[in-house]
């Protein structure tokens, strides 16, 4: 019978590349940004990201994208559309006492999200030019665009004055891989228990689930987009970020536009990314296309770029101070540019044997022992005269 009805026919044996997801952290530093306005402005870098996004979802029609705003004072999604903070906020100042939510106009509501970014000479685009551009394509220009706008629109000077060269970065990474995370669950869930893990057949050492085409889990990986300076407050919650990427096996991608940063540059190195330092901003599209479009499995096949030289200095728990040497907890493993007081460790109090750190040296004269009785013998036979 099985002959007859040909149930092999229906049997799928999945042959196609696994997809991938891409999550973008996007660095949107106000202070930071207006340091590079002369040579790369926001809204140019914006739409180099947005060709290289485009080029993501080009590959697989399976591919997602996800980007997340790196502000000065909170994370917030820029796509997609309906994790977007913003709508949740506007939701709750919206609600009555009687806990009703008023209802926007449909119209006005559609038109919202169809705000898309003015062009060069001051014109919108026309119908036919919406209707000529792939769907995907334009459903992530203008949720990008019209959150990013809103997110620009909604800082003000309060916002900046606790650090204006800061950014949430540690939120931003959280928030990737809370996503990734449960992208991958419904990856897994909706294709019969395929593996959760972003790793592949070759980073795990065996290839013949690649050679067979089957399935190898979501594939995730994290692009930040960086141009502010580290922030030694953070050093915590973003190397929990870095191990937490470890364990998952998500690489860490950096695209560092603007000075140097040692948490980030550890963590690409951690998690086996990409790092890179661009020494003309201008170039931005080239990098982007060239050194960060491939995807775990096709990296198996090409040179990648690596670090010479990386710097694994660490910041202190107690001052937040990037330090070279220092006192680590054997307990807790905190860091610490001196000694705490009373020597008990600031994290989990346990009391630290220092030794004789801190103590006077014994000073003792030229020639030691034997120099100190020949003075008493001079001073004996003085004392005879």
Not at 202 to 213: F, K, L, T, V
Not at 284 to 302: G, K, N, S, V, W
Not at 304 to 324: E, G, N, S
């Amino acid at each position: 019978m099985n002959a007859v009805d040909g149930s092999e026919h229906y049997e799928h044996h999945p042959n196609e590349p696994s997809p991938s997801l891409l999550a973008i952290v996007l660095d949107t530093n106000p202070a930071a940004w207006a340091c590079l306005a002369d040579t790369l402005p926001l809204s140019k870098a914006v739409a180099n990201i947005l060709v290289f996004i485009n080029a993501h979802l080009a590959f697989n029609y399976a591919n997602q994208v996800a980007v997340i705003a790196s502000h000065c004072n909170k994370a917030q999604w820029l796509y997609p559309p309906g994790q977007a903070l913003g709508r949740t906020e506007r939701s709750r100042d919206q609600r009555h006492e009687n806990d009703d939510v008023e209802m926007e106009d449909a119209e006005q509501s559609s038109s919202a999200l169809r705000r898309t970014h003015d062009t060069g000479r001051g014109k919108k685009r026309n119908a036919e030019d919406e209707a000529n551009k792939y769907r995907p394509f334009r459903q992530v220009e203008e949720a990008v665009l019209a959150n990013l706008q809103d997110l620009i629109d909604s800082t003000n000077a309060k916002h900046m004055q606790p650090g204006a060269g800061t950014t949430m970065m540690a939120g931003a990474l959280t928030v990737a891989l809370a996503y990734i995370n449960r992208q991958a669950l419904d990856y897994a869930e909706s294709n019969g228990g395929a593996a959760s893990s972003s790793a592949t057949a070759g980073e795990m050492g065996d290839s013949r689930d690649a050679a067979n085409g089957g399935a190898q889990g979501l594939q995730s990986r994290i692009l930040v987009v960086s141009v502010s300076r580290d922030v030694a407050s953070q050093y915590i919650p973003v190397m929990n970020c870095i191990f937490a990427a470890q364990r998952k096996r998500i690489p860490i991608d950096v695209l560092k536009l603007s000075s140097n940063t040692t948490f980030l540059q550890q963590g690409s190195d951690a998690t086996r990314g990409i790092y890179m330092h661009l020494d003309s901003p201008l170039g931005i599209l080239q990098y982007l296309m060239m050194a960060f479009l491939p995807d775990q499995t096709a990296r198996r096949h090409l040179i990648l770029p690596t670090q010479v030289d990386v710097d694994f200095r660490a910041a202190c728990f107690c001052h937040k101070r990037v330090v070279d040497i220092g006192f680590v907890c054997s307990i807790c493993l905190s860091i610490f540019c001196e000694p705490p007081p009373n020597a008990d460790c600031l994290t989990c109090g346990t009391h630290l044997h220092l030794g004789d750190y801190g103590a006077k040296p014994a000073v003792l004269p030229r020639g030691g022992a034997n120099a100190t009785k020949k003075k008493k013998k001079k001073d004996q036979k003085k004392n005879a005269a």
